[in-house]
């Protein structure tokens, strides 16, 4: 019988995955911002690679593991064998980016760019005056928009890339249009500019008197908080969602400035990448901004293999920051915030461990922006013990939550967290691999993808309508969710509110399956806290429990003396005790919620960490409420243990009769068990619930009439411990 071996792969491989080729330095434009220009005629064009050097290359690093290639420059069409360079690099790649400012498209060039890949076309200004000021290059517009053209009447699809600066930024906004116009894809450039590698004084300052200021930095290229939060519960530093095999990714970090273990400046850096550089002239690094002659490998000497498998891993130890880096940017508070990086530095100052003023001041308004942020944009809000944060770039100081939310809000993370991330735009899913769909009725489609993540598409109930009206991504334990709306949503949620956490319909969909996982379950029914105990009420939706619910309410405020005497509980608070620490014959009731509650069992270690009144103790089942309300406006955030389940029966008298026959009990407590979105997993880890709550939970028959008489047997049950 053969053996098999079961493999696990801990870490990435280290290979050359992705390489980027600068054809050349020169340039038809002189672009003003620009840190490694050098003249079409430039006398460096004779030591640039041919392209016999250049297939050579390429295919030594196929061989090692190469499928994507970045082309850039300079302005890589100024070569007139750009089109068999171009062919020959992406014909075998799995995919490509070229970079250029596409005033040297042609018909021809923009027929070959339809082979599918990332086509980025600069964008200097919003009109001619502005582009041609910062090219120096008369006619320079009206060439873009040219080779613009050319790529549109090729339906070779492109992204408009704007290059900010101080020149064009009192027109940004008509750059946005313009851009907007050419194509449905467009990004942003750089938000900071880089000092010019050669250091030459005037170029620099040039360069420098083109920078936005700190603030106009940050409003371009916005921190996302949760980033960073997100990476540290994952224990991934400053890698993103590509590496955990997401089609979805997350906010791009600033891998530069991740934190140094030590003064090696380079070696976190090094041992992380999985791409490389090469220049116009043959040298490979691990990184473009890479100018130091001693950190790059000449490729004409050596091969390919040496450079990635020797070369660059030596690197690792050759750049140390001294003193200079460790009594500044390396012991710094605001380094998760900065964009610093050694190889900025030695743009900058020469010297690899120097700080940049410039980019300190903008790490200041980055801090400045987060906390303006996280005020602005997040909320918190508990339910079962579970703390849900939610974020969005919407501000929520001029948003109405509804009212229901408002006993669950609390000011900041629990003990168990997670976090719903909206935005306000729909994912382009063309050509995402979403794997095995489980799930299938309107309104939501769900996938689930190799990594464990949950992808939810709402889709609309006639099968050939092909529109999606949200997107949402969910980690494999529904801890992180980011939700994707259409940005018509936005209109409404002024309008009307914010209805839902999630912004579905319900939030069981969400609330469920990490309900399961926390040995609880979510279920149709009514539920008060009366004298301290949890009373559960179950019935279908005409049994009574809106109904239920009023009587006691009203025998609450009749014996506590007043409407307002009814006792009320932030998020989080979870009480305990009976009509013992009340006195004989009061009533406290609290409403949880008439339509939905949660049953949860808890144990000790579980019940003493919750911030409540509970002191430590054995487990217990516990009845929380919810949001989602029937007739009856009360709902509570608060829970209590659960003294009994009561499934209900209308009747002329009133009468609460043991149930003791675990069938029926099961057979009515699955009929009530909310099933949003049911898989095998799911079910198993409720059914395991169920089954415990029938062996441990006293179940009762309450029967009764709207006099209000059963009220009385009801404080009795929760007398009788």
Not at 341 to 361: D, K, N
Not at 465 to 492: C, K, M, N, Q, W
Request: proline share 5%; net charge negative; with cysteine.
């Amino acid at each position: 019988m053969p053996e098999y071996w079961k493999l696990e792969v801990r870490a990435m491989p280290r290979l050359p995955l992705e390489g980027s080729l600068d054809l050349t330095y020169r340039c038809n434009n002189a672009c003003r911002h620009c840190w490694l220009w050098l003249p079409p005629n430039a006398r460096e064009q004779q030591d640039e690679l041919s392209f016999d050097e250049i297939r050579r290359i390429a295919d030594e690093a196929r061989a090692l593991g190469t499928r994507r290639w970045n082309i850039s420059g300079g302005e890589p069409m100024l070569r007139p064998d750009f089109p068999e360079i171009f062919d020959y690099l992406t014909r075998k790649a799995v995919s490509y980016s070229l970079n250029t400012n596409g005033t040297l498209i042609t018909p021809e060039i923009a027929q070959l760019l339809k082979r599918k890949g990332t086509k980025m076309i600069a964008l200097y200004g919003a009109t001619a005056e502005v582009y041609d000021a910062v090219t120096r290059h008369p006619g320079g517009f009206d060439a873009a928009m040219r080779g613009f053209a050319y790529l549109r009447e090729a339906d070779a699809g492109f992204t408009v890339q704007l290059i900010p600066m101080a020149a064009n930024w009192h027109q940004w906004d008509q750059m946005i249009e313009l851009a907007q116009s050419l194509s449905p894809l467009w990004r942003v450039g750089a938000a900071w500019l880089y000092l010019s590698s050669d250091g030459t004084p005037a170029r620099n300052r040039e360069i420098a008197a083109q920078r936005l200021s700190p603030r106009d930095v940050i409003e371009l290229d916005k921190p996302d908080p949760a980033y960073g939060e997100r990476m540290a519960e994952l224990g991934l530093g400053g890698r993103g969602a590509e590496e955990q095999g997401s089609e979805f990714p997350s906010a791009p970090s600033h891998p530069c400035s991740s934190a140094q273990s030590d003064d090696r400046l380079f070696a976190t850096c090094i041992a992380g990448r999985r791409d490389f550089h090469i220049d116009a002239y043959g040298m490979m690094s691990w990184c473009g901004f890479i100018k130091d002659p001693t950190l790059r490998y000449d490729l004409r000497r050596g091969t390919f293999r040496e450079a990635w498998e020797e070369f660059i891993p030596a690197c690792a130890d050759k750049v140390r920051g001294g003193d200079e880096w460790r009594e500044n940017c390396g012991s710094c508070e605001k380094r998760a915030d900065c964009r610093w990086c050694a190889v900025y530095a030695y743009l900058e100052t020469g010297r690899y461990s120097a700080p940049i003023p410039y980019l300190c001041a903008v790490a200041d308004e980055a801090r400045k922006f987060k906390a303006e942020w996280q005020e602005k944009h997040r909320r918190y809000f508990q339910i079962a013990g579970i703390t849900v944060r939610i974020e969005s770039d919407l501000d929520f100081d001029e948003v109405k939550f509804k009212d229901e939310f408002a006993s669950f809000a609390v000011e900041g993370p629990g003990d168990d967290n997670v976090t719903l991330r909206h935005y306000f735009e729909l994912p382009d899913l063309k050509g995402k691999d979403l794997l095995q769909e489980l799930y299938r009725k309107p309104p939501w489609a769900i996938s689930r993808q190799k990594n464990g993540a949950w992808i939810y598409r709402g889709i609309l109930p006639h099968p050939d309508d092909p529109e999606l009206h949200r997107v949402a991504v969910f980690t494999a334990d529904h801890r992180h969710g980011t939700i994707y709306s259409p940005p018509r949503d936005l209109e409404h949620i002024r309008k009307d509110g914010w209805h839902s956490l999630s912004l579905f319909p319900t939030d069981q969909i969400w609330l469920a399956p990490l309900l399961a996982d926390r040995h609880a379950v979510l279920l149709h029914s009514a539920a008060a806290i009366v004298n301290g105990q949890g009373l559960l009420f179950v019935g279908h939706s005409d049994a009574g429990k809106s109904t239920t619910m009023e009587m006691l309410k009203a025998a609450g405020e009749q014996r506590s003396g007043g409407a307002g005497e009814q006792r009320s509980g932030g998020a989080g608070e979870q009480r305990s005790g009976g009509a013992g620490e009340q006195g004989r014959g009061e009533l406290q009731v609290e409403i949880l919620c008439d339509d939905r509650n949660v049953i949860r069992k808890w144990n000790s270690s579980a019940i003493g960490n919750q911030k409540s009144k509970i002191e430590n103790r054995k487990s217990e089942w516990r009845v929380h409420g919810t949001w989602s309300r029937g007739d009856v406006a009360d709902v509570s955030s608060a829970s209590a243990p659960l003294r009994a389940i009561l499934f209900l029966q209308q009747d002329t008298h009133n009468a609460i009769l043991p149930l003791t026959d675990r069938r029926e009990i099961w057979r009515r407590l699955l009929a009530t068990l909310i099933k949003p979105m049911v898989t095998a997993e799911w079910w198993q880890k409720e059914l395991d619930v169920l089954e415990q709550i029938v062996k441990e939970v006293r179940c009762y028959t309450m029967k009764f009439d709207q006099s209000g008489a059963i009220v009385a047997p009801l404080v009795a049950l929760t007398d009788n411990r």
